[in-house]
């Protein structure tokens, strides 16, 4: 959500103090410890609603980022020299680093603090092993690059670490997005005063410690996804095609000339609550959306939002598909034939994509950790990362923290 346009502002703050409330509810059960794992068995891993997914392993939001920090983004990192796997978790406070090679007990690493303020909205992703950091409503903020290779020898963990770079010509954004190869990222909601009004900013990082600032596009956009495109259309085959999610609608733009980004076309729906997210499919037909205030705003259950991308230059709406319950959509990328989606009090919900062309989606396993409720109310699951060569899959949640979970093996 826009934080420049007033009205999300008020609507924002309301949801942060119901974060707040919620997270010091008394029927809070008490997370697993983490040095436990728990089979998913008779709807049930622990004391967490499951289906077909075991919980590996737990770091609670208290070892990872303080008493009073809520959790939000979280990417994943594998090292290329010891195949280690590493969650990258970020928090109001800033960014944990945590080993999870062996889930059962995942080891905190060190901490990056936030550059500025604390930030309900932090959001992290990886290039060439670093780490690039952002966070929204966090005036001067900017960028913060880490090297990630620097968790291979850190005696004694955790400690506190220091960004490698602080790259400032912008302040505050909500996303960071990377296309990785081309080695570009791009800055998305960044403050509306800006020279590209919050429209993605184009960054070249492909010398990660010293990036250059190159170009941009006008119009808000709240979050993305840049890709080398090989999809259906081979009109734009070869070429660097960047989809949108700009709060009202989609937008497609070649970004290949950065000093001439090309607006392809745009989609929109109805009932439009907040356009929030979205990933393509591995085939690149099609587009998943996400909207975050449909469930709030219309009352449906959680709505996921089908686009065919077969023609760039005129989308069409594919299918949309509901959840089994109200709660509300945030996160969600795909892999292979499965879209996992991070939503808030269902926790991680996994889509099988097979049919997808004939428009049909079936839910094949969850994992909920926020087990109280399935309420439209922005507690539990923010994020998920699912790409780890290890099958593992962590979820980052807004109230307990670190979750590792993996697929069960039945």
């Known amino acids: 959500m826009n934080l420049n346009n007033p009205a999300y502002r008020v609507f924002l703050l309301f949801c942060i103090f119901v974060v707040a409330s919620c997270s010091n509810d008394d029927n809070v059960q008490a997370p ?3 040095d436990a794992t728990a089979v998913c068995e008779n709807g049930l891993a622990g004391s967490y609603p499951c289906d077909n997914y075991d919980l590996m392993g737990f770091l ?13 983004d979280c990417w994943g990192w594998t090292d290329p ?10 928090a109001t406070t800033g960014v944990a680093f945590v080993d999870i090679s062996i889930p059962k007990t995942p080891v905190l690493i ?3 603090p936030t550059a500025t303020i604390n930030s309900v909205w932090r959001d992290i992703k990886v290039f060439n092993n670093y780490a690039f950091i952002v966070a929204d409503n966090a005036e001067g903020h900017g960028m913060q690059i880490f090297d ?6 850190v005696p004694n963990p955790p400690i506190n670490f220091t960004a490698d770079n602080l790259f400032k010509d912008f302040g505050s954004a909500h996303n960071i997005v990377i296309n990785e190869d081309s080695g570009f990222a791009y800055a998305v909601g960044t403050s509306r005063l800006e020279v590209f009004e919050g429209g993605p900013l184009f960054i070249d990082i492909n010398t990660p ?5 190159s170009g941009g596009f006008i119009g808000y956009s709240h979050d993305a996804q840049a890709v080398m495109y090989s999809g259906p259309d081979t009109e734009h085959n070869g070429k660097e095609i960047l989809i949108g999610s700009n709060e009202n609608e989609v937008v497609i733009v070649d970004v290949s000339d950065k000093n001439n980004p090309k607006q392809l076309s745009t989609i929109s729906y109805s009932n439009v609550g907040y356009t929030h997210q979205g990933w393509f499919t591995e085939d690149m037909r099609y587009f998943i959306l996400g909207d975050e205030l449909d469930e709030i705003r219309m009352g449906n259950k959680t709505r996921t939002i089908i ?6 230059d005129n989308p069409k709406l594919h299918t949309i598909y509901f959840g089994p319950s109200d709660a509300v959509d945030h996160n969600g990328y795909v892999k ?3 879209y996992f989606l991070a939503n808030y009090t269902a926790g991680m919900r996994v889509i099988d994509l097979t049919d997808i062309e004939n428009k049909n989606l079936t839910e094949v396993g969850f994992f909920d950790t926020h087990p109280e409720n399935n309420n439209t109310s922005f507690d539990g699951a923010w994020s998920v990362y699912p790409y780890f060569p290890s099958g593992n899959i962590i979820i980052s949640d807004i109230n307990r923290g670190l979750f590792i979970v993996r697929k069960s093996a039945n």
């Open 32 to 34: 697993i410890p983490n």
């Open 60 to 72: 609670s939001i208290e070892e990872l980022a303080g008493s009073d920090a809520r959790g939000n």
């Open 148 to 153: 990630l290779t620097r968790l291979r020898d």
């Open 209 to 213: 410690l010293s990036p250059i600032s």
């Open 336 to 338: 292979g034939n499965s």
């Open 307 to 312: 686009f065919d991308f077969a023609d760039l």
């Open 81 to 90: 020299i010891t195949r280690k796997e590493y969650a990258l978790f970020c």
């Open 110 to 112: 060190g901490k990056l």
